[in-house]
């Protein structure tokens, strides 16, 4: 009688810690899952705000539960401090989209082959180049206006940024979707600038002409 009552208060504390958790995980799956900024995601320090000094622990039970769905926590750090309050998390499929799938999403060959040799030659110089100076590189390859047409669509996406000093970067949508060891070992293995070539490629003088309408 006595060993039942001292356990009890166990098992009471036990449920009520469980609850407190699992209250925490459904609040940070909402501030993840619905953050109303352009970006989507939210930032270890406003998770840190709303679950207290231990979110990283709740956020390892979220990627538990999320898994069992076919879906994953990603913590995409932005700079190289590794601070997870820096950090930003996303939730995306557990397994990675190759750059193939794109085809599925509505990108042509080209957008895809183009979006590859973007992010390989931008993945090998600290994630920025000088604009320019990647359309030159894909020119050898496509009409400048081609070029140009594709990368301001990949901008659009979220997949590159063109800043205000007129530098290509690495965008955020890359980040979370993009599985950059897997491209560069695919770009490796080509030997070659990936240029599309599956598709026919335009002719440098059928961009529309300015009289065109």
Do not use: C
């Amino acid at each position: 009688m006595d060993e039942g009552s001292a356990e009890q208060p166990e098992e009471v504390v036990s449920d009520r810690e469980l609850t407190k958790l699992e209250r925490k995980v459904a609040i940070a799956a909402a501030l993840i899952l619905t953050a109303g900024h352009r970006q989507p995601g939210v930032r270890g320090w406003e998770l840190r705000r709303r679950l207290g000094k231990n979110y990283p622990k709740v956020l390892e039970a979220l990627d538990s539960r999320l898994k069992r769905i076919g879906l994953r926590l990603k913590v995409v750090h932005e700079d190289d401090s590794q601070d997870p309050d820096r950090a930003r998390y996303y939730v995306v499929v557990a397994e990675p989209l190759a750059l193939s799938d794109l085809t599925t999403l509505g990108y042509s060959i080209d957008e895809v082959a183009v979006l590859a040799a973007t992010l390989a030659y931008l993945y090998a110089s600290n994630d920025r180049r000088p604009y320019k100076e990647v359309v030159e590189l894909l020119e050898t390859k496509y009409p400048k206006w081609r070029v140009e047409s594709i990368l301001e669509r990949l901008i659009r996406r979220g997949y590159l940024v063109r800043t205000e000093d007129d530098q290509l970067v690495v965008g955020w949508r890359a980040r979370v979707e993009v599985d950059k060891q897997e491209l560069l070992r695919a770009i490796a293995s080509l030997g070659k600038f990936p240029s599309g070539e599956q598709t026919p490629q335009p002719e440098a003088d059928s961009a529309p002409s300015e009289d065109q309408t």
